[in-house]
Structures are given as C-alpha cells and as structure tokens.
C-alpha cells in the first residue's frame, strides 16, 4: 500500500473537508495581518494537519479493528494534537482572517447576552475541564464504545467530541494572561490537569490488568493484527492512555507553573489579588 493510499478517507466527510478549508483559510488570512511567529505558525500547521490525517485517512479503518490504535488515535486527538494547535494561539489569528463587517458582527455579538453565554460556556473553569474527562471516559463504557464502533454517526460526534473538548480544555490551561481577563486563575491551570489526569490513569491502569476481553466488538470488526489477542490488544491500549496521556498532561502542568512564575516575577499574581480585594471591600462598602 503507497502513501496515497493511506491518505484516502474510509469514510468520506464532505463537512470535515469544508471545516478544515475554512479554518486553514482564517489562519493563513489572519497570519498575514499580524506578525505570527514562525514557531507558532508550525505549531498550528503541524498541528492542524496532523488532525485531518487522524479524522479523515485509513487511520479509522485501523482504529475500529485494533483498540490500542483507537486509544492512540485518541491520544492525538484530544490531548496532543489539540495542545498542540492552541500552543499557536490561533484565536486572534484567524479572527483576523475573517472579513472586517464579519469581525465587527462577531464583536457586537459577543456582547450581546447570547454571546457572553456562549463565550462563559466554552471557557467555564468548571465546566470545561469536566467535559475533558467526561467524552475520554464515556467512549471506554463497553457499550457506548460497542455502538460508536457500528454506528459511523455516532462515531464521528464520538472523534469530534474528543476533539473540540481538547480544544476547549487546553485553551485555558495554556492561556498566560493573569484572571481577569483569563477564566482560570494561574493556580488552577496547575492544579486542573492534575485532577483531570487522575481518573485516566485509574481507568488506563485497569484497562491494562483486566482479565476479560472488555471489548469484543474488536474481534466482531476483524482485528487488523492478528497475532494480538484481546487482552494484549487492551494492555497495549490501557498503557497508551495511562502513561502517554499522563505525560502530555505533564508537560500542561510545567506550562502553567511556568505562567505561574512568570506572573509572579512580574508582580501581576499580587496585583490581581490586591484587585479582587480592593472591589470586594467596595461592593460591601456600597452595601452597607
């Protein structure tokens, strides 16, 4: 099999395409209005198309006939490949890709109470994290992930719900800004993948030692291995989700210690707390 045989889709997405078209217009427009830099412009591009290969090649082929290359495949796609492009900062980028009447209806909109709902929904400290954990976990159910695997609907919401919640999640862990303006304190961008870390590595550890074929839906689809069983099949892929998924989210933790660092070496840490008290003994002086 050539490479161009690898490249062709195993299950044709006219949507995906256009997504992708789009978003790749918005960053190239957007990066010659600012001074991008080089890194992050490879960042994104290494990135973004890395995400196609993994949604839209025979990588599904492989991924819905061996578990360990489903469980790498996800690994891509919700934790590397979305650090991987929200390391570019792409949101102001391709912002300034858009045409100027759109950015202006995009601003109106944003401060409109629609838009601020939508914009505290996808950028909730809370929330967002929890969503990060949620669609990793509920696709390693024995029944949602027998279903996502005979159902190519429920299995693309199934790839772009790892997605989009990657995006989300590292948005916030790796913003540098002091809160406000960002979402998430600096503290908490520490503490969060350590929280969200633990229960993948419980379940990527008890993937690793089962007893039983938890996924016989593998065997039903014809494993593209043959010479793995399925509990090596499951051990390699418990493996891949308890330690390579651990290391990433190690490397969000040393970045936001590091934005810790920087913040505090800057004096913004103490500033912002001074800030949050300075309005919090207003508000109780104009209450009582």
Known sequence: MNWLEWLTPWEFSPTL?????????LFWRGSRVHAVQKSRQWLFWIGFIALYLNL???VDYYSERMFFIHRIQHLFLHHLLPLLIMLSY???????????????????????????RVKNTFTHPVLVPFLFVFFVLVWLLPIPQFYSMIDWRLYRFMNWSV???????????LDRRPAPPARMRPWGRVVSPLITMAPQIVVGAYIT???QDLYP???????AIPSFDALKDQAVGGLVMWVAAGLVETFGIAYALATVVRLSAKGRLQSDLVQRLGLSTQKTTLSS
């Not at 109106?108 to 629609?114: A, Q, V």
């Not at 997605?163 to 862990?173: A, D, E, K, Q």
């Open 209 to 211: 030692f089962a007893t």
């Open 56 to 58: 839209h090649t025979l």
């Open 17 to 25: 395409i256009v997504t992708f078209v789009i978003c790749g217009v």
């Open 90 to 116: 792409p949101g102001q980028v391709m912002r300034a890709g858009l045409p100027l009447a759109w950015r202006r209806r995009w601003r109106d909109f944003l401060c409109t109470p629609t838009g601020l």
């Open 163 to 173: 997605v989009i919640s990657g995006l989300m999640y590292w948005n916030l862990i």
């Open 217 to 223: 839906i593998f065997d039903l689809c014809g494993r």
